[in-house]
C-alpha cells in the first residue's frame, strides 16, 4: 500500500473559474509538481498511474460538513470523462450524481453549522476500458449517524426523509403509512 498526494482544498463557498474545461486541457498530461496544487493534479496524477500500471487508483476525499467534498469529487469525474475522450456526450458525473436528490434526502439532516449536511459516505468506483475511457460508475452509500434516527442534538434534526414523508402523510398513496406532522411526532422529528 503506497500513500500519494494529499491536496488540502479549501471551500470558498463561491465558484471561481479554475474548474473549466481550459484548467482541465492544461492539466492534462503534466507531471506531478510542474503546476499549481489542485483537484486536477490528483486526478491527472490517478488517471496517468492507472494508464502506466495497468492498477486500480483510489482517491479519497475527506473533510467536516460544508468542506465542498461532493464538488470535489464531481471536479474529480468531469476531469476523467474529459481527459479519457469518453464517448457518451452526457457527463459521468451528471450520471454518478443523479442519484444524489434521494441520497441526500435519506442521508443528510440539519446540524448546528450545515442545514444539509451529509450524514453518511459515498464509494465511488469508476470503471474505464481497455483504452482507459469511462464505460460506467458504480455508487455506493454508507449512513454513518443511525443513532440520529433516535435522537437530534439541540437545533439539530433528524434526516430530511422523515420530513418529507410527513409533509406527504396526507397523499392517497402514504395513508397505510399513517403518518403525522412532523410537530406531532416531536419525539423522533426534533
Same mark, same amino acid.
Given at each position: 500500500?503506497? +500513500?500519494?498526494?494529499?491536496?488540502?482544498?479549501?471551500?470558498?463557498?463561491?465558484?471561481?473559474?479554475?474548474?473549466?474545461?481550459?484548467?482541465?486541457?492544461?492539466?492534462?498530461?503534466?507531471?506531478?509538481?510542474?503546476?499549481?496544487?489542485? +483537484? %486536477?493534479?490528483?486526478?491527472?496524477?490517478?488517471?496517468?498511474?492507472?494508464?502506466?500500471?495497468?492498477?486500480?487508483? !483510489? +482517491?479519497?476525499?475527506?473533510?467536516?460538513?460544508?468542506? =465542498?467534498?461532493?464538488?470535489?469529487?464531481?471536479?474529480?469525474?468531469?476531469? %476523467?470523462?474529459?481527459?479519457?475522450?469518453?464517448? /457518451?456526450?452526457?457527463?459521468? &458525473?451528471?450520471?454518478?450524481?443523479?442519484?444524489?436528490?434521494?441520497?441526500?434526502?435519506?442521508?443528510?439532516?440539519?446540524?448546528?453549522?450545515?442545514?444539509? /449536511?451529509?450524514? *453518511? =459516505?459515498?464509494?465511488? &468506483?469508476?470503471? *474505464?476500458?481497455?483504452?482507459?475511457?469511462?464505460?460506467?460508475?458504480?455508487?455506493?452509500?454508507?449512513?454513518?449517524?443511525?443513532?440520529?434516527?433516535? *435522537?437530534?442534538? &439541540?437545533?439539530?434534526?433528524?434526516?430530511? +426523509? *422523515?420530513?418529507?414523508?410527513?409533509? !406527504?402523510?396526507?397523499?392517497?398513496?402514504?395513508?397505510?403509512?399513517?403518518?403525522?406532522? /412532523?410537530?406531532?411526532?416531536?419525539?423522533? %422529528?426534533?
Amino acid at each position: 500500500l503506497a +500513500i500519494g498526494i494529499i491536496l488540502v482544498a479549501i471551500n470558498p463557498y463561491k465558484q471561481l473559474p479554475i474548474y473549466g474545461d481550459a484548467i482541465i486541457h492544461a492539466y492534462s498530461g503534466q507531471n506531478m509538481g510542474d503546476m499549481d496544487p489542485h +483537484i %486536477f493534479a490528483v486526478a491527472e496524477e490517478a488517471y496517468k498511474q492507472m494508464a502506466r500500471n495497468n492498477k486500480n487508483q !483510489s +482517491i479519497i476525499v475527506s473533510g467536516e460538513s460544508g468542506a =465542498g467534498k461532493t464538488v470535489s469529487a464531481r471536479y474529480t469525474m468531469r476531469y %476523467f470523462a474529459t481527459v479519457s475522450k469518453s464517448s /457518451s456526450n452526457a457527463h459521468v &458525473e451528471d450520471k454518478v450524481l443523479a442519484s444524489n436528490p434521494i441520497t441526500e434526502a435519506v442521508g443528510n439532516a440539519k446540524t448546528t453549522r450545515n442545514d444539509n /449536511s451529509s450524514r *453518511f =459516505g459515498k464509494y465511488t &468506483e469508476i470503471s *474505464f476500458d481497455r483504452s482507459y475511457q469511462i464505460i460506467g460508475a458504480n455508487m455506493r452509500t454508507y449512513l454513518l449517524e443511525k443513532s440520529r434516527v433516535v *435522537f437530534q442534538s &439541540e437545533n439539530e434534526r433528524n434526516y430530511h +426523509i *422523515f420530513y418529507q414523508l410527513c409533509a !406527504s402523510a396526507m397523499q392517497p398513496e402514504y395513508e397505510h403509512l399513517k403518518l403525522g406532522r /412532523s410537530q406531532e411526532n416531536n419525539l423522533l %422529528f426534533t
